[in-house]
Structure formats: structure tokens, C-alpha cells
């Protein structure tokens, strides 16, 4: 097996083991059973399991990263792209059920990745919105008094809190579409009636 696999399988199989059991219930040996592996060959690639939960994080949110940039590349409309990056977000949440648990509820419970981690990633991410928001302001479709920073941070906030009612929650009222729609429709329109 290449080592790329190799790497990729326990990535997999930590995706899988850390949402089943929890971060701080996991071991080494588990991943290493579900992956296949000695527990020796996991650390010819990780130093530990914090280090596997960074390494998965930073590798699955590019991989988010490249195909909402392909999706909104294809659009001029800020909206559309608005709506496309939210639809994305909520989506992931039912097509990669383990991976969103691990980085929804998993993720925030390691204090030590909270506070050390410099997530690059992230901001990343998140800084699609921001382009999207400055991009609307150019073509004076967003108002010139939106400060992008706060207001990717409070879209970001809504698709968040949105995924983790879908991740905690066994029974969901909305579809993924109707969430992702509302979320940009009220981030777009407020609450007022639209004229």
C-alpha cells in the first residue's frame, strides 16, 4: 500500500472511530484496528492523537475549501454564491454524517486545539464569505457599510448553529435546502417584508 493510502485509511478510519467514540475516549489502538494498521504504523505518521485531529481537520475543510471555490466560480451573482456556500455547508452535514460530528462536537472539546491550534484553515473557509461580501459591495448589490469581518462571522454563526441541530438532532423539521435558503434569505432581507 503507497503511504498517501496508507495516511488517507487512518485519516478514514479516525473520522469514523472519533465520532463513535469521542475524542477523549478514543485511542491510538482503536484507530489502528478500524484502519487496519499496527499500532506502530500510526505513529510513522502522527505524533499523537491531537496531531491526527489537526491533520484531519486542516485536510478535510481544503478539500470543502476546493469544491465551494469550484461551485462559485461558475457564478457572478453574490447571492448565488451566498447560497451556494450555505447549501454546501448544510449539505455536508448529511453526506459526511462521522466528519461533521468530529469537527461540529469533537473538535470544540479539545481545549488544547481550541486554544493552540492557529486555525489557518478556518479562516480560510470562512474567508470565502468575506470575498463574497466585498465582491457584492463592488457591484453595489451589498450595502458599502457591511463590515465583511462581522458579517461572515455571523452567516458562518447561523449555517453553525443549523449543523449542529441537524448533527445532535435524529428528526429535522426543514430540509437541507429550506435551511440554507432561510439562512441566506434572513442574512439578505432581515426580517421585514420583502417589497
Do not use: C
Amino acid at each position: 500500500m503507497r503511504t498517501s493510502d496508507k495516511h488517507q485509511k487512518i485519516i478514514q478510519a479516525a473520522i469514523k472511530v472519533l465520532a463513535n467514540k469521542g475524542f477523549f475516549n478514543a485511542r491510538i489502538s482503536d484507530i489502528a484496528k478500524e484502519a487496519q494498521v499496527a499500532d506502530g504504523t500510526i505513529y510513522l505518521y502522527f505524533n499523537n492523537k491531537y496531531d491526527i485531529l489537526i491533520t484531519l481537520f486542516e485536510e478535510e475543510i481544503g478539500k470543502i475549501i476546493v469544491l465551494v471555490k469550484q461551485l462559485i466560480e461558475k457564478e457572478t451573482d453574490p447571492k448565488i454564491m451566498l447560497e451556494i456556500f450555505a447549501l454546501q455547508h448544510i449539505k455536508m452535514m448529511e453526506e459526511k454524517k462521522e466528519l461533521a460530528e468530529v469537527l461540529q462536537v469533537e473538535l470544540r472539546q479539545s481545549n488544547k486545539f481550541m486554544k493552540e491550534y492557529r486555525n489557518t484553515k478556518f479562516i480560510e473557509y470562512i474567508d470565502i464569505v468575506s470575498h463574497i461580501i466585498h465582491l457584492g459591495q463592488e457591484k453595489n448589490i451589498f450595502r458599502k457599510d457591511l463590515l465583511p469581518g462581522v458579517a461572515k462571522r455571523a452567516f458562518f454563526g447561523a449555517l453553525d448553529e443549523m449543523s449542529r441541530l441537524w448533527i445532535l438532532s435524529s428528526s429535522h423539521r426543514y430540509t437541507i435546502e429550506q435551511s440554507a435558503n432561510q439562512i441566506v434569505d434572513i442574512f439578505l432581507y432581515g426580517m421585514t417584508e420583502k417589497t
